[in-house]
């Protein structure tokens, strides 16, 4: 699962995600050392604040009589302070290193409470903390006081995280805008990365980083080439192909004043074979550029074409589908596809029955036969070019072994999928599924 996480993330996404655990650390380190260096000057604040209203109960418990201070107490007690008098003195409890530095603190801010025996304990440890205290009055009596540390702190550092964390996400935002844009070159190579040997030369905009413009330099000289090499290559079949059917198209010629008879039959099924091969030869190397624009035709009518040329040559073809099926496809590579499959299904079984349907989104060309199938572990095999398999079928194999791949390179530029399975009847089923995506005019 690690694994696929790491695999399923884009480029984008790793970027972005190392800035996000970039800025983190840095809002949560920075965070952390601000909290420490302010967590003094507050308590500093809150022992200048408490040392100020020690001093000024103090002042106001010793000018009033005895019997009213108990009263004016409970008129100094606020939300945050409690103020007693009592008469009674208490036993100093020990100071804690914490509360004693504040002691120290509240002394420091003012130094007139130093002569009274001041003393702090904490009573509630916890969230809710609460200090309580004393100092003895110049009259011997005692004021006591209890400070309620109700967290504030806390919710005043949460407030300050939460505005802090505005432009932390302001800035991942803008990081993360940034990010996908100066990569947006690399998706553009990713596209046209995708349809190389797809016809079309894409020369893509040198754009972005230096990196990335050197990448994209890199491959448009690439994609240049190999386009040159595969002109090259099929203009050399063109030629070499023009050839090779000029001293064919004699030895046709030459043939007719052969005397009719088993030697003239047997030299004609051998120029036949060699023109054949020197077709399906041309058809597979010379497809990679194939200037076919797609066009949008009947499928239905091509189909049914292609079966009546077989049936003319007195082949026992069939045809079972609707007599009209609309679809944008490449239409020579089609029917020469669907021609390979019934001429396959023929040369391997005695009939050969195509059926066009369709199903939900899915076009289906399907050509069974009843020939001797194919071993269910060496399907995949004979897609491949030049692929022989004559102990599977019967060893009167003719051609190079072109057929099955001319169709799968046929089926691969229609962005579709190509099958083959044996019958449980007998026989093989070759199926190609075509996508047409909403493409698909009315049957």
Known sequence: MKRHFRGSLGLVGRIFAILLLTVTLEFAVGTLIYERASQLSLQDDEARRLAEHLV?????????????RRALGTQLTTDRYDVHWSPAAPPPPPLSPGLERMRQQIIA??????RSRLWLRLASPGRHSIINGGLQLPDGSWLY????????????????????????LALLIAGGVLIRKTLGPLRDLTRATDRIGLGTEVILPEAGTNDVRNLIRAFNAMQTRIH??????????AAVGHDMRTPLARLQLRLETVAEGETREAMGGDLDEMGAMIES????LGGEKNPEPAERID???????????????????????????????HALALRRAVRNLIENALHYGKRARV??????????????????GIPRDQIDAVLKPFARLDTARQRNTRGLGLGLAIVANAVELEGGQLTLANRPEG???????LYPAGRVGKA
């Open 109 to 114: 801010w003012e130094p007139s409470l130093e």
């Open 228 to 237: 040159r090499l595969i002109d090259e290559r099929t203009e050399t079949l």
């Open 281 to 284: 030869l041309l058809a597979f």
């Open 299 to 329: 499928l239905a009518v091509t189909i049914a074409t292609v079966v009546d040329a077989f049936q003319d040559h007195g082949q026992d073809v069939d045809y079972a589908g609707p007599d009209h099926l609309e679809m944008e496809v």
């Open 427 to 433: 026989g093989l089923r070759a199926e190609i599924c």
């Open 56 to 68: 000024i109960a103090r002042k106001l418990l010793t000018e009033q009589p005895s019997q009213d």
């Open 355 to 372: 059926t066009l349907l369709r199903t939900g989104a899915e076009v289906l060309i399907r050509v069974d036969d009843d020939g001797p």
């Open 145 to 168: 006081f209890g400070m309620h540390h109700s967290g504030g702190k806390w919710a005043f550092t949460i407030g300050r995280m939460g505005l802090a964390l505005i432009p932390v």
